[in-house]
């Protein structure tokens, strides 16, 4: 077996001499993510309705301004809105970051955020949307393709249920309430953002090169 380390360099690591690489406990683009959609929502309070049309997604403005495709994702209608969407990110994001990098967390975040902001436009013309939520459930997709095993508790069932099951759920739940509506919730946007990250993941997943010993 090839050394690559002299003595020298081990007695210095085995001294305490050579910093030893701690894990990551979260990605960087998560970080990244939870600090603007904390920083927006303090912005949005204390501009209010002065950012709407030229940060808030809404159908009739993406060709006046194009960036609302994405930047609505940063803007939260209230602080339990902002809540929920970054507990999420930070329990599933931080969890699918470190096991399949930034870079796929990036292409994930664009996609499913820009692909779910048509789909939302395309059955609520005129309506303004805002939140990351598209994203949340295309992270959820994402983490039923690569960690179908891993569990979560989902109240109020008493044991914690595979993410392969509850994924589906949450996915058919949100079609049916985006039939039903009237709630001022963009459940259509959740169930695309759900479909993007899978069909992402899956496409990702096909490339996939495992190395045996």
Request: hydrophobic share 50%; net charge positive; charged share 15%.
């Amino acid at each position: 077996m090839e050394n690559y380390y002299n003595d020298e360099d081990l007695k210095q690591f085995y001294a305490g001499n050579v910093k030893r690489r701690q894990p990551k406990s979260m990605g960087d683009f998560t970080k990244f993510l939870l600090v603007s959609c904390a920083v927006c929502f303090v912005v949005s309070l204390i501009l209010g309705d002065a950012l709407f049309e030229l940060v808030l997604f809404k159908s009739s403005n993406v060709l006046k301004y194009p960036w609302i495709l994405v930047t609505n994702a940063f803007f939260h209608a209230s602080f339990e809105h902002l809540f929920i969407n970054a507990w999420a990110i930070f329990m599933f994001g931080s969890f699918l970051e470190l096991r399949k990098g930034t870079n796929f967390m990036v292409t994930l975040f664009f996609l499913s955020v820009i692909l779910s902001n048509i789909i939302f436009g395309l059955f609520n013309p005129g309506i303004y949307g805002l939140g990351i939520s598209g994203f949340v459930y295309a992270i959820i997709g994402s983490v039923v393709v690569f960690e179908p095993n891993t569990r979560i508790f989902i109240f109020p069932f008493p044991v914690p249920l595979k993410i392969s099951v509850v994924g589906p759920i949450f996915l058919i739940i949100e079609l049916v309430l985006s039939m039903i509506g009237g709630d001022g919730i963009g459940h259509v946007a959740h169930a695309a953002g759900f479909i993007v990250g899978f069909i992402i993941s899956k496409f990702y997943k096909s490339k996939e090169i495992y190395y045996y010993k």
